[in-house]
């Protein structure tokens, strides 16, 4: 939920009302990300995350990223801003942001495309940090179990934003396993505890990933309408309209494969975006901005997973308490079920 979705005020909402409230670190600078964590901590006193990105290889074809600018030259004019530079950062301030959280220890910190190794997820257990490895494989869920993870949290192909995959292979782009067969494998693959994430919607659904297996379960597209979400507008309210009807996976916006809302920039550059992350999200970064400025969702990245159409406006304390309540009841219908 990196991208301002995920603020201090919204994880401290779900907090506060029994839930495991996560900041984004991703797209933020290491004292941003401090600040966030100070704040949350002036929010709550409960238990919370920080999710942080891994870096990323550098395979980009600089020529590929060109010839992208190129193609959006015409947007960049429609929007009046000039296009972002692709060489903006490429670790996302990954080694100063370990060091502050290292300095400042968190309950839990989870990591986004890759596995740190071994000796970084020692040093968080020494400091008394849970760690979590985002995986979308059986092979990945290994790797994470080898480098010492605390658990890893299994991410279906369904799921809004960025697939966490490890690797980033244009010759797998939208074969990702579906996240109820993903958590009977992981579990099968590794000892530890599985969290389950997804198109997560409903509390039936976290009574089933439960009944599979999963200790717990990990909520993104359901929060992002809730009133102290940070996401814009424009967004809260594409989630629930007819006209955005259906998700797809794309690099249109960032050069890796993410899931949003499909809208007219998705649809005209999708098809020749390259594979080049970050270089692509810098490079589109200005005009999404703009396109919120003006008011217009057809060039904005609406991350969204595939169950998008189930939001449900409304405080985050809220939704987390009815989320509860229909986990226990679908819970319960099952266990009633299973004595007739």
């Known amino acids: 939920m990196a991208g301002g979705a995920s603020c201090p005020q919204l994880a401290a909402a779900v907090c506060d009302a029994g839930g495991l409230g996560f900041l984004a670190a991703g797209y933020k600078t290491a004292d941003g990300m401090y600040d966030e964590i100070k704040r949350l901590r002036g929010l709550t006193a409960a238990p919370f995350g920080v999710n942080v990105f891994l870096p990323q290889t550098r395979h980009a074809d600089r020529a590929a990223v060109d010839l992208y600018r190129s193609q959006l030259a015409g947007e960049a004019d429609w929007y009046d801003t000039p296009l972002g530079d692709p060489e903006a950062g490429w670790d996302d301030n990954y080694e100063a942001k370990l060091a502050v ?127 102290e979400s940070g996401s814009p ?24 494969p993410a899931r949003g809302l499909v809208n007219r920039f998705m649809r005209e550059h999708g098809p020749y975006a390259p594979q080049a992350y970050p270089e692509v999200h810098h490079v589109t970064s200005p005009l999404r901005r703009a396109a919120a400025k003006a008011g217009d969702p057809q060039a904005m990245a609406l991350w969204a997973g595939q169950g998008h159409r189930m939001a449900r406006p409304m405080p985050a304390a809220r939704l987390v308490e009815v989320l509860a309540a229909e986990t226990e009841a679908a819970r319960a219908a099952m266990t009633l079920g299973g004595t007739r």
């Not at 439960?210 to 309408?225: K, N, Y």
């Not at 507008?233 to 890796?256: C, I, V, Y």
Request: proline share 5%; net charge negative; charged share 20%.
């Open 101 to 227: 959280l290292l300095d400042e220890p968190v309950p839990v910190v989870s990591f986004t495309f890759g596995c740190p190794p071994r000796r970084v997820l020692d040093r968080f257990r020494r400091a008394g940090t849970y760690t979590v490895v985002t995986v979308t494989t059986p092979e990945e869920a290994r790797a994470a179990q080898w480098s010492g993870a605390d658990a890893v949290c299994a991410q279906g192909i369904e799921a809004g934003g960025h697939q966490g995959t490890h690797h980033d292979d244009p010759a797998t782009d939208g074969a990702g396993i579906g996240l109820l067969s993903l958590v009977l494998q992981v579990k099968d693959a590794v000892e530890l505890p599985v969290l389950a994430a997804g198109g997560i919607m409903r509390g039936t659904q976290i009574a089933a990933v439960l009944a599979l297996g999963a200790q717990a379960a990990q909520l993104g597209t359901a929060f992002l309408v809730t009133d």
């Open 233 to 256: 507008d424009l967004h809260k309210q594409a989630m629930t309209n007819p006209l955005f009807a259906r998700t797809e996976l794309t690099r249109a916006f960032s050069g890796r």
